[in-house]
């Protein structure tokens, strides 16, 4: 049932679908809105009052739709009559911001980005001129749906060095990215009569919804300073875990829950899904290997490229046990069947000759620099403001005093020119403490010393 509202001048055709409650339909044309960019950041709502006139509701759903959608993150409030569209991480919504940022935003400190400045162009462009000139004619018919066999052997081998995956190139499966690789593994448990996939109670929205959209549940399951509270977990057919470095928190899984996440998955007949993200990058220790590597076969391993090298490249993997080898691959032979083999054949060039190698070891160093700058430059204007997680990846998470509001804060960074996530927008189920989710990789060379000013400054102001 197509509805529209108006309010302030905002005009929003909203898609009731049939077949859900009236509240669980208005929830799900709001999200709809809000990931598509049809309502962006900063949109103020209607009343709860002038949207259930509109849209035949009765304001108590309309109310419940909101308070839902507060919770989620997807929507903030000013004061108790003022709610607005709030700044989602990883949506259209942010997606648009991040290219308007160029011109609104003069400091992006948005996580979910390495540094594209330094993306290692040369590299790349000979890696692919490699990969024309080598690939044979077979290679550029249709090809195996789990990705190029010089792909899968190169990732094999290099999982196997750098992260302590025990895989066989077999049983690889290159994806478009996590969250393609994601919605495989949730519609392949799903195809074999899956409901439930349990997910950490903080993390991006939009991997619960790729896991919903196939038909399973997501259950959030509580975080602690040890990370997943494993036994915690419900008899689910699955659990999603960044458990080198949680995100937001910055947590790495206690060793203990290591093993114990693995016993559940045994004793459950399930699959972890290890997403290992930004597993590469780690600053003040050694790595820590996959959890994979401790029962290949229940563990689901899955790394991409949108970290180490950048997310244009659509690359990512998964290491599948037997099991669901065959179900995940029926998938992704009806949806993209395979990435284009030119990319495939140059990524394998870049990871078999150790230009991947090269540029990660350049990284780490120049990552490691602007985190130690940061939290410099935080420790000297404002004390109060405890960072957690820096040991690992992109992002730092600020914690706040307690009292700020994150809508404040928010605020305050928008005066200053700085574009950064509030914690809460990463809540899946209880509500977060007041804190900042920092992508200190984000800004190009140029403005990452001025933008770290200019967050400090903010904050200085705020605390
Ligand atoms: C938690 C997490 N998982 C996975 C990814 C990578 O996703 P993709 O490979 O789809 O770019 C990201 C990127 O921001 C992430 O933050």
């Not at 990058?281 to 820590?288: A, E, G, S």
């Not at 083999?341 to 120049?366: I, N």
């Amino acid at each position: 049932m197509p509805k529209s509202w108006t309010s302030g001048g905002h005009e929003l055709h909203l898609d009731l679908e049939p077949g859900f409650g009236r509240r669980a339909a208005l929830e799900r044309a709001l999200r709809e809105a809000i990931r598509s960019g049809r309502l962006t950041a900063g949109t103020p709502l209607p009343s709860s009052r002038a949207l259930a006139t509109d849209l035949g509701l009765s304001r108590g759903t309309v109310v419940q739709a909101y308070e839902q959608l507060l919770a989620e993150g997807y929507l903030t409030s000013r004061s108790r009559t003022h709610t607005e569209v709030a700044a989602v991480p990883g949506t259209a919504t942010r997606t648009q911001s991040r290219s308007a940022t160029n011109f609104s935003v003069p400091y992006d400190l948005e996580p979910g980005s390495p540094d594209v400045s330094q993306f290692p162009r040369s590299t790349w462009a000979s890696a692919l001129r490699h990969a024309v000139t080598s690939a044979v004619d077979e290679d550029l018919r249709y090809g195996d749906p789990r990705g190029h066999p010089a792909l899968r052997r190169a990732l094999a081998d290099y999982l196997g060095r750098v992260r302590g995956v025990r895989i066989s190139s077999q049983a690889i499966v290159v994806c478009t990215g996590f969250t393609n690789g994601l919605r495989l593994i949730a519609t392949a448990l799903r195809d074999r009569g899956g409901r439930t996939m349990a997910v950490e109670d903080f993390g991006l929205p939009f991997h619960v919804d790729a896991i919903e959209q196939t038909g399973l549940r997501a259950e959030p399951v509580r975080l602690d300073d040890d990370g997943l509270v494993v036994d915690e977990i419900p008899k689910t057919d699955g659990v999603l875990v960044t458990a080198s470095h949680q995100l937001p928190w910055g947590t790495t899984l206690h060793p203990a829950r290591r093993g114990a996440l693995v016993d559940w998955a045994r004793d459950n007949n399930a699959v972890v899904v290890e997403d290992d993200y930004d597993g590469e990058f780690r600053y003040d220790r050694q790595p820590i290997g996959a959890i994979q590597g401790l029962a290949p076969e229940h563990v689901i391993y899955a790394g991409t490229a949108s970290k180490s090298l950048a997310p244009a490249l659509r690359l990512a993997w998964l290491a599948v046990p037997d099991r669901l080898l065959e179900p995940i691959v029926k998938v992704r032979q009806l949806s993209e069947r395979e990435c284009p083999v030119f990319e495939q054949l140059a990524f394998a060039h870049l990871v078999e000759s150790g230009g991947l190698d090269r540029h990660l070891r350049r990284m780490r160093t120049h990552y490691r620099k602007r985190r130690d700058y940061l939290l410099g430059a935080l420790a000297t204007s404002v004390p109060t403001v405890r960072p957690i997680g820096i040991a690992a990846g992109l992002h730092v998470t600020l914690l706040l005093p307690d009292g700020v509001r994150d809508e404040d804060a928010q605020a305050v960074l928008a005066e200053h020119g700085v574009g950064a996530h509030s914690l809460a927008a990463y809540a899946r189920r209880r509500s977060a403490a007041p804190g900042l989710v920092i992508g200190y990789a984000t800004p190009p060379g140029h403005t990452f010393a001025a933008a770290v000013q200019a967050l400090a400054t903010a904050l200085a102001k705020l605390v």
